[in-house]
């Protein structure tokens, strides 16, 4: 394994760094400043089409998707660095260079199983960054960690599907820039295959039946950044039988090759919170001083210091394995390094952010610092696209059967 940069890694890597800096970090009050003047807190501040366009003139666009033909065309390894950098201003870097969640997984479903006609009416604009997406997957009323266990249904009636179900923390909803849903459910909920069950279809927003109920608060926050995350019904919203993706039963295998990119990529980008964490740590350590010194020759410090470094270099490092891997044996052979990273990048990225948080008193759980924000970001990411202990289980469960 060679995690040497190559030479256009290296290339985008300078761009992206340059844009960061005198673009991005210079916009987060700027953004923050022009939502509160907002009609909606849901629109979208100027500042951030303004970085879009600059990204896009930049050549820092679409980064996510290995395909060529509609993305840049890197692998994951190639990939990791340049999202741990956007990861270290994640309400702002990724939008602008739209490889924001959860457009950049429903762009790879459709580039990988939509048809020419769904391509060209849903994919091109997302690819141009003209219009928003949302993942309808999660529901209230069951154990999602378990997506064999959704209850909406998609009942076919004629040449129409007839979509009837709630579903929440559906992320991107609330903003009035998303179109179009890709939706889970059942098309065949007594079939013997539990993993046949599901399909996925295509609902556009403004169709009739279907209400964005209410925006989802995550530790007391709204992710306008992110277009919320909704609580949604669809209630016998009706689509035609063309806006199936891929084929019925087919829904399960779509989501869960959905899921493997968007968990690296949620890993990648937290190493750059991990990243952005520790570098407010050490400037607060060196401007504060607590009892006739700063804060920076206080023993306590060093060893949280010491510890976060530590623990980002393991993190990278077993992120670029996995990546490499994806790259090398494809998703399915780097199913237990996914799972590894999922499991441990979260929880050590929160421990890092809760010390920065300690470093920085009062200022750290305020909104003159990114840290609180940050802090429940990461803590979501224990529980989005897979709780931790669902990926114990299974990791636990391949480990133990190479004993049986």
Known sequence: MDFAFDARTEELRAKLLAFMDEYVYPAEQVAHEQRARLASPWDTPRVVEELKAEARRQGLWNLFLPDAEHGAGLTNLQYAPLAEITGRSPQLAPTATNCAAPDTGNM??????????????????????????????????????????????IERDGDEYVITGRKWYISGAMNPDCKIFIVMGKTDPE???????????????????????????????????????????????????????????????IAQARLGPGRIHHCMRLIGMAERAIELMCRRAVSREAFGKPLARQGVIHNWIADARVTVEQLRLLVLKTAWLMDTVGNKGAH?????????????????????????GAGGVSQDFPLAELYAGARTLMIADGPDEVHQRSLARREIKKYL
């Open 336 to 360: 237990t390094e996914i799972q590894a990273i999922k499991i441990a990048t979260p929880r050590a990225v929160v421990d890092i952010i809760d010390r920065a948080i300690q470093l920085h």
């Open 191 to 253: 079939g013997e295959d539990i993993r046949r069950q599901q399909s996925m279809v295509l609902v556009p927003r403004d169709t009739p039946g279907v209400t964005v109920d209410r925006a989802m608060q995550v530790f007391g926050y709204e992710d306008h950044y992110h277009g919320g995350h909704a609580e949604v019904t669809f209630d016998h919203a009706r689509v035609p039988v063309s806006n199936l993706i891929g084929e019925e039963g087919g829904g399960f295998a």
């Open 108 to 153: 790879e479903v459709l580039a990988q199983f939509a048809d020419e006609g769904q391509k060209k009416q849903w994919l091109e604009p997302l690819l141009a960054g003209e219009i928003r997406s949302a993942f309808a997957m999660t529901e209230p009323d069951v154990a999602s960690s378990d997506a064999t266990n959704i209850t909406t249904h």
